[in-house]
């Protein structure tokens, strides 16, 4: 089961491995764009109150989704349809790093230019989820990182569709987007390493 699916990223490779993956998110308009395979069933509703069957799934997911969820509500919810011996897996990324100049300047967007617009629930991703008190048993895992190519272009859409650059742009009236690329484009070059810290929290559910 993959919950808060989003445009259903996270299923479609799941369903590579899995023989069959439910996944669902809150939002039709997600779903209606989600990746389709013949082992992915889609379906609108909330991570907290899903209509599937006790003990049906033998891994859960959630990829930077959690801290939108009523967390006592799902870890209930994930009681009910894990199977025994059933694996929870919980992750998400962290701030990007592209090299010393640019991060610099990231920071200081990240932080002092949209930070007073991210949502109260972001501090959550900030502290890598490790605030979050899991009823399950947790299994230790090793560090991990994505690696992307991205040119100016693309690192600029990536900053753009942040909830805070959007909650900044509806407020202000102002995208603060190109000065910032202004900013850092004598450091970028063509295509470049962009990395993500990525941060799991798995759990043995039962």
């Not at 998110?25 to 209606?32: L, P, R, T």
């Not at 995208?175 to 962009?194: A, D, L, S």
Request: glycine content about 4%; charged content about 20%.
């Amino acid at each position: 089961m993959d919950c808060a699916t989003g445009n259903g990223q996270v299923a479609h490779v799941l369903a590579k491995h899995f023989n069959h993956v439910c996944a669902s998110d809150i939002s039709s308009e997600q779903i209606k764009h989600a990746h389709q395979a013949n082992n992915i069933a889609y379906k609108i509703e909330s991570a907290e109150h899903t209509s599937y069957a006790d003990n049906q799934f033998d891994l859960i997911t959630v990829a930077q989704a959690i801290h939108w969820f009523n967390t006592e509500s799902f870890f209930q919810e994930v009681i009910r349809v894990a199977k025994p011996g059933a694996i929870l897996a919980v992750w998400g990324y962290a701030n990007c790093l592209v090299n010393p100049e640019i991060d610099q300047h990231f920071l200081h967007f990240y932080q002092d230019i949209v930070g007073p617009y991210w949502d109260k629930a972001r501090v959550l991703i900030e502290e890598h989820y490790r605030t979050i008190a899991f009823p399950f048993e947790e299994i230790e895992t090793p560090s991990f990182q994505m690696k992307v190519n991205w040119n100016l272009e693309q690192f600029a859409g990536y900053i753009t569709t942040w909830s805070a650059t959007q909650k900044y742009i509806r407020t202000t009236g102002i995208n603060p987007v190109p000065e910032f690329i202004t900013q850092i484009k004598p450091y970028w070059k063509n295509e470049m390493p962009v990395t993500f810290p990525l941060f799991l929290r798995l759990m043995r559910v039962k």
